[in-house]
T-cell receptor, first 111, second 112 residues
Framework: NAGVTQTPKFQVLKTGQSMTLQCAQD?????MYWYRQDPGMGLRLIYY???????DKGEVPNGYNVSRLNKREFSLRLESAAPSQTSVYFC??????????FGPGTRLLVL | GENVEQHPSTLSVQEGDSAVIKCTYS??????FPWYKQELGKGPQLIID?????GEKKDQRIAVTLNKTAKHFSLHITETQPEDSAVYFC???????????FGSGTRLLVRP
């Protein structure tokens, strides 16, 4: 039982490039989330998916898109990366809305 | 919307001493308050949580207290050990909400 897994672990992009961050969970959770973590700012919700087939915006959705591929997988896409998107990205999942379990993170550097 | 403030930003204690981290929230409708521990290079790990119908919850050396009137909650770690060194985050949420609002984190250092 791996919990929440994320790929890649680390990525360097040039401004304007695109990429997709992958997340999968094997806990049969209904809900999945994407957060970004910046120094001194805690974690901020980008998008979430309450259940398979639904997605909603969080606090900081601009510049991102998401896809809930199936119950297990939830991807985050940066269409045209900007230096302001340099951050650590965490995926999380939950059975009920509130009790969330996090993955190990993806460290993204945009030059 | 909800806002969560967390203090202190850094905390250094001697091994064996107690550590207390405090958070305040702004929305009286919030009723779920989890605490996460994040070790270097890892994702946040849920260590304890409390709901608004409970004033205190304990799990071994960790306890959380909630004061709904004052809208603040605290994490208490007793008999601290070096492996308690990490960044701790508080968060707040409302019933049926999928949005956890996090505090800015406290870096705890336990000196051997």
């Amino acid at each position: 039982n791996a919990g929440v897994t994320q790929t890649p672990k680390f990525q360097v992009l040039k401004t304007g490039q695109s990429m997709t961050l992958q997340c999968a969970q094997d806990m049969n959770h209904n809900s999945m989330y994407w957060y970004r973590q910046d120094p001194g700012m805690g974690l901020r919700l980008i998008y979430y998916s309450a259940s398979e087939g639904t997605t909603d915006k969080g606090e900081v959705p601009n510049g991102y898109n998401v896809s809930r591929l199936n119950k297990r997988e939830f991807s985050l896409r940066l269409e045209s990366a900007a230096p302001s998107q340099t951050s650590v990205y965490f995926c999380a999942s939950s059975v009920l809305p509130q009790t969330q379990y996090f993955g190990p993170g993806t460290r993204l550097l945009v030059l | 919307g909800e806002n969560v403030e967390q203090h202190p930003s850094t905390l250094s204690v001697q091994e064996g001493d107690s550590a207390v981290i405090k958070c305040t929230y702004s929305d009286s409708a919030s009723n779920y308050f989890p605490w996460y521990k994040q070790e270097l290079g890892k994702g946040p790990q849920l260590i304890i949580d409390i709901r608004s119908n409970v004033g205190e919850k304990k799990d071994q050396r960790i306890a959380v207290t909630l004061n709904k009137t004052a809208k603040h909650f605290s994490l208490h770690i007793t008999e601290t050990q070096p492996e308690d060194s990490a960044v701790y985050f508080c968060a707040a949420s409302m019933d049926s909400s999928y949005k956890l609002i996090f505090g800015s984190g406290t870096r705890l250092l336990v000196r051997p």
